[in-house]
T-cell receptor
Framework: NAGVTQTPKFQVLKTGQSMTLQCAQDMNHEYMSWYRQDPGMGLRLIHYSVGAGITDQGEVPNGYNVSRSTTEDFPLRLLSAAPSQTSVYFC?????????FGPGTRLTVT | SQQGEEDPQALSIQEGENATMNCSYKTSINNLQWYRQNSGRGLVHLILIRSNEREKHSGRLRVTLDTSKKSSSLLITASRAADTASYFCATGGDTGRRALTFGSGTRLQVQP
């Protein structure tokens, strides 16, 4: 199993641009989530999904959209990038209580 | 808002020494987890302790939980340079919709 994969690993955007961060898992986990990690802030939940067709907002959802059309994929869309969205983004999937994380996407917005 | 807060924020020790980091949380829990994050990587699950457990061991890891004080500690014995990482406690995730909430982490540096 590849586990949780994320693309791209690095991305630089200009303010106002949009993009999609990809996340996929091959473990057939129903629960998937997106976090952002900023220095000294730990991980903050952006959006999560408990199954295909079901998504919900986390702690910091503004400026981000998600969809879950399949069990495997959970893309995160930045609608109009802002410098405040410069961060490292982690996708995770879960079965039971243990969470499995992807390697992260480092995003810089200039 | 974050449920868990780790203490200290940073810890530097010599190889062979023990490392202890603490986590305090705010609301009642059913379980608490610890994760490790190596620099530039995703988090990796280390251990889970349930609310009816007071202590749990896994290899060189020892976790304690004191629900009356809403606190947990992670002890790494006989530390190695490879233990250098950030360590996070996490609560929640008990039901299908409940998300895991992470603390801000302890950065551990083990000097060879």
């Amino acid at each position: 199993n590849a586990g949780v994969t994320q693309t791209p690993k690095f991305q630089v955007l200009k303010t106002g641009q949009s993009m999609t961060l990809q996340c996929a898992q091959d473990m057939n986990h129903e629960y998937m989530s997106w976090y952002r990690q900023d220095p000294g802030m730990g991980l903050r939940l952006i959006h999560y999904s408990v199954g295909a067709g079901i998504t919900d907002q986390g702690e910091v959802p503004n400026g981000y959209n998600v969809s879950r059309s399949t069990t495997e994929d959970f893309p995160l869309r930045l609608l109009s990038a802002a410098p405040s969205q410069t961060s490292v983004y982690f996708c995770a999937s879960r079965v039971g209580r243990e969470q499995y994380f992807g390697p992260g996407t480092r995003l810089t917005v200039t | 808002s974050q449920q868990g807060e780790e203490d200290p924020q940073a810890l530097s020790i010599q190889e062979g020494e023990n490392a202890t980091m603490n986590c305090s949380y705010k609301t009642s829990i059913n379980n608490l987890q610890w994760y490790r994050q190596n620099s530039g990587r995703g988090l990796v699950h280390l251990i889970l302790i349930r609310s009816n457990e007071r202590e749990k061991h896994s290899g060189r890891l020892r976790v304690t939980l004191d629900t009356s004080k809403k606190s947990s500690s992670l002890l790494i014995t006989a530390s190695r340079a490879a233990d250098t990482a950030s360590y996070f406690c996490a609560t929640g995730g008990d039901t299908g919709r409940r998300a895991l909430t992470f603390g801000s982490g302890t950065r551990l540096q083990v000097q060879p």
